[in-house]
Nanobody, 122 residues
Framework: VQLQASGGGLVQAGGSLRLSCAAS????????MGWYRQAPGKQRELVAT???????YYQNSVKGRFTISRDSAENTVYLQMNSLKPEDTAVYYC?????????????????WGQGTQVTVSS
């Protein structure tokens, strides 16, 4: 089982990037999915989450600029980032609550993918 994140890169302030994170392996279903970020010298922080029915939550600093979405058929979560600012520079991590076997109660409630670097230049 893994979460594979992609889409990071270097962009100028005001630009856009789209991050993707695909879950693969023996997964029955996925509950919440989300994106977190960690800037140098800072703690990891929540950016946005989306439930299995599409309810979303955003950190105040990204509201109106970032959009989280998911393709449940593809077990993939996206983060569209517009109007990027230098303070958005960080390593972005995806996170998911994975259900492996509901009948056996097997789940991975806090599963992390590898990070993808986002750098916004001023």
């Amino acid at each position: 089982v893994q979460l594979q994140a992609s889409g990071g890169g270097l962009v100028q302030a005001g630009g856009s990037l789209r991050l993707s994170c695909a879950a693969s392996g023996n997964i029955f279903s996925i509950n919440d999915m989300g994106w977190y970020r960690q800037a140098p010298g800072k703690q990891r922080e929540l950016v946005a989450t989306i439930t299995s029915v599409g309810s979303t939550y955003y950190q105040n600093s990204v509201k109106g600029r970032f959009t989280i979405s998911r393709d449940s058929a593809e077990n993939t979560v996206y983060l569209q980032m517009n109007s990027l600012k230098p303070e958005d520079t960080a390593v972005y991590y995806c996170n998911a609550h994975l259900i492996m076997s509901p009948e056996r109660g097997l789940r991975l409630p806090n599963f992390w993918g590898q990070g993808t670097q986002v750098t916004v230049s001023s």
